[in-house]
């Protein structure tokens, strides 16, 4: 949520490492032990996770990620190897720690769980309170029962009850705060001077047949790739989404230390109220209350802007994020409570849809769910239609009404047709079956769209001409060696000024940067510059760029910032106690799967992926 933590998490987790318990890694290798059924995902400790299960889980998190990106992501990104294993990996996680919480006899009573769903705004109507007839109608839409959905829910708050206990529990000496707050705040004063390759292009004499020998040498760069031609049928359904409501969401924190006592708390509350008073007699002073008062360190010098979100964005607050989706624009709520204390919240601008946009997309939603029905309907009658007349697909096309299409050269790693780079597909294009036999494939799903394909033409592999290719491998060839003449010219510059002789060019207007605050430097250059020892000033420091070149750096001033102020050093430590939590909880979940047996349907993911 705030910027600092968000801002420094690589800072913070080096100073957390030396006091971290170590953490068990265990390899790829022991996490595929056994075959499964084909509807079993995984199994953790003798319970399993159906393929239905992990399926309804990966098109929950695809749908997350379109809505954040407006409607607007390509499907292929939403169906990646990384995102089933990180959807998976978040299944298993939830049945280790649901299996501890039983072990553990943690439950959640039946007020808790009515007390939870009446304060989902979801499920609220026009005047704010919880209506049975709007909770009934969402979990139809859904396609859910009450009965599962409680269900799911108490299995979510017993694992979230359990986490909690772990992951409130962490530590971080005031040390620590101290130091990451100073060296977050620290600014140098740095110049850069870059080499750049193309100064060395003219410096650099090839041997006559350096082109020949490395074309010899490389022959497998030159090969042409094997090519196809396809004729394909394919129907597709692509759901759009509207953007969601985001609201400009400003707040002033009164930090509350976890562990703190009743006696504290009620003091941030007591302050808080006092705050809403004054903020009622004068709204419009929100932004300046919360720049003399929020200790929340990332917004604060905001004014307590937190940014235009929308709904989900603070998920981790569930209390707060009701609240400002409560209020209406320009309306003060508050104190409310959350893990990181007591917060006073303000909306501003609100882009919200009007009634007649929600009632379209809740229509499109309804059409959208028929139409998924349909589409694998017509999916089955075209699986079924290619296979039982192998070597054609004009029949499917007739009788599914769909148009046989012809596709652009593929090769084994894709084409030009975004549809059609689908790893599963192109397996199946250039196996013996589709190369040999010329039969159909069978019925791929691509994510949008399900298809089927024949091979009409094929060219194998070849190999360009040297002619072909020569002045590009001179050119190639070239640059390589400018890059090197680059790196050496730069490492023989920077041994010449760290012995505090001329390197023989003028530095530019130094810079004075922070860690958070780049001022426009390179990355590299922003690296080097904050790894230098200081003791000596100037000191100097170079390093070869990724993009080609070299970089020398020069620190000639090291500004150190004054003592953070309590309130704020304060609000530090509690973040940094939170990611402590988060890593010890990480360590209890690497404990758990220890001592669990663990075992993930490999064959079906890799289905999946491909």
Not at 40 to 50: C, E, F, R
Not at 315 to 341: I, K, Q, Y
Not at 463 to 469: E, I, Y
């Amino acid at each position: 949520m705030f910027d600092f933590v968000q801002k420094n998490r690589r800072l913070i987790q080096i100073f957390l490492f030396l006091c971290l318990i170590p953490f068990a890694f265990f390899g790829v290798d022991a996490y595929f032990r056994s075959d499964m059924g084909a509807q079993t995902a995984a199994s953790v400790g003798g319970v399993t996770i159906s393929a239905q299960e992990f399926d309804r889980a990966l098109r929950e998190r695809q749908n997350q990620l379109r809505q954040m990106a407006g409607g607007t992501l390509d499907p292929q990104l939403l169906d990646t190897p990384e995102l089933r294993y990180a959807v998976l990996e978040n299944l298993l996680q939830q049945r280790l720690l649901l299996g501890e919480a039983v072990r553990e006899r943690v439950v959640v009573p039946d007020a808790a769980l009515r007390q939870y769903l009446t304060s989902v705004q979801y499920f609220r109507d026009e005047t704010g309170k919880f209506s049975p007839e709007r909770y009934q109608e969402l979990l139809r839409a859904r396609g859910e029962t009450p009965v599962n959905f409680e269900n799911g829910v108490r299995r979510e708050l017993i694992i979230g009850t359990l986490a909690d206990a772990y992951g409130e529990t962490g530590f971080v000496p005031q040390t620590v705060a101290r130091r990451l707050a100073s060296l977050n705040e620290q600014q140098r004063e740095v110049s850069v001077h870059v080499l750049s390759p193309e100064a060395y292009l003219s410096a650099v004499k090839l041997e006559p047949d350096a082109a020949r020998k490395y074309y010899d040498s490389h022959a497998a760069e030159f090969q042409t790739p094997e090519q196809e031609e396809l004729k394909e049928a394919y129907e597709a359904n692509r759901a759009l989404y509207a953007r969601a409501e985001q609201r400009r969401i400003s707040h002033i924190l009164i930090a509350v230390d976890p562990k703190a006592g009743e006696e504290d708390k009620k003091a941030a509350r007591v302050k808080a109220d006092r705050l809403l008073a004054e903020l009622k007699v004068n709204p419009a002073a929100f932004a300046a209350v919360a720049k003399r008062e929020s200790q929340d360190p990332g917004s604060a010098a905001k004014g307590g802007d937190l940014g235009l979100l929308p709904r989900g964005a603070l998920n981790d607050m569930p209390a707060l994020e009701d609240l400002a989706f409560s209020l209406t624009p320009g309306e003060t709520g508050g104190p409310v409570a959350t893990r990181f204390g007591v917060h006073l919240v303000r909306v501003g601008e609100v882009k919200a849809r009007s009634f007649d946009e929600v009632k379209a997309q809740l229509e499109a939603e309804i059409r959208k769910r028929k139409a998924q029905k349909r589409f694998a309907e017509m999916g089955e009658q075209l699986s079924s239609l290619a296979f039982e007349t192998p070597d054609s697909l004009k029949l499917a096309a007739e009788k599914l009404k769909l148009p046989l299409q012809t596709s652009g050269w593929l090769t084994r790693s894709g084409g030009a047709d975004k549809l059609l780079d689908n790893p599963k597909l192109l397996k199946a294009v250039f196996s013996e079956e589709s190369l040999k036999d010329r039969r159909n494939t069978d019925a791929v799903d691509v994510g949008s769209a399900i298809v089927a394909a024949r091979v009409v033409d094929h060219k194998p592999v070849g190999t360009k001409p040297f002619d072909d290719v020569s002045a590009d491998i001179s050119r190639q060839l070239t640059r390589e060696r400018a890059i090197q003449l680059a790196a050496e010219d730069g490492r023989a510059r920077l041994a010449k000024l760290k012995a505090g002789a001329d390197a023989g060019f003028a530095w530019p207007a130094p810079k004075l940067a922070s860690r958070g605050d780049a001022q426009g430097l390179p990355l590299p250059a922003l690296m080097q510059a904050f790894k230098l020892d200081t003791e000596k000033l100037p000191a100097y420091a170079g390093t070869e760029d990724p993009r080609g070149g070299f970089v020398l750096v020069r620190v000639s001033k090291v500004a150190q910032p004054d003592a953070a102020a309590p309130d704020k050093l304060r609000a530090v430590s509690q973040q940094l106690s939170q990611l402590r939590g988060q890593e010890e909880l990480a360590a209890v979940i690497g404990s758990l799967r220890g001592r669990t047996d663990v075992n993930v349907n490999s064959t079906l993911l890799e289905n999946k992926k491909q």
